[in-house]
């Protein structure tokens, strides 16, 4: 049991790491498409390839950070079914 502790834990770790990566990564996206703007309001060029690096990237980010979102409990679930559910039974489904 304590091996899976371990691994539990680490893993924990890991999902954390990437979905703060993928937040990072967000942030990032804001500050480089608004330079973009900037430099083109102002004539000075742009930045080549920003936009099919940031579909790339937010396309990869969205599978990365699934794992961590579902960890944390904030997947997005349709509730319709569990709540017709009796109480126990719903919380069943919930944990499963």
């Not at 680490?10 to 979905?19: E, L, P």
């Not at 790339?56 to 944390?72: D, E, I």
């Not at 569990?82 to 919930?94: F, V, W």
Request: glycine share 12%.
């Amino acid at each position: 049991m304590h091996a899976f502790n371990s691994f539990d834990a680490f893993m924990g770790r890991f999902h954390s790491y990437v979905g703060n990566l993928v937040g990072l990564s967000i942030g990032l996206f804001a500050i480089s498409i608004s330079l973009d703007l900037f430099l083109r309001l102002f004539g000075l060029g742009n930045l080549p390839g920003v936009q099919e690096i940031i579909e790339y990237v937010l396309f990869a980010g969205v599978f990365l950070a699934a794992p961590w979102v579902l960890r944390l409990g904030g997947h997005v679930r349709v509730d319709l079914i569990l709540s017709g559910l009796p109480l126990r039974i719903a919380r069943r489904m919930e944990w499963a």
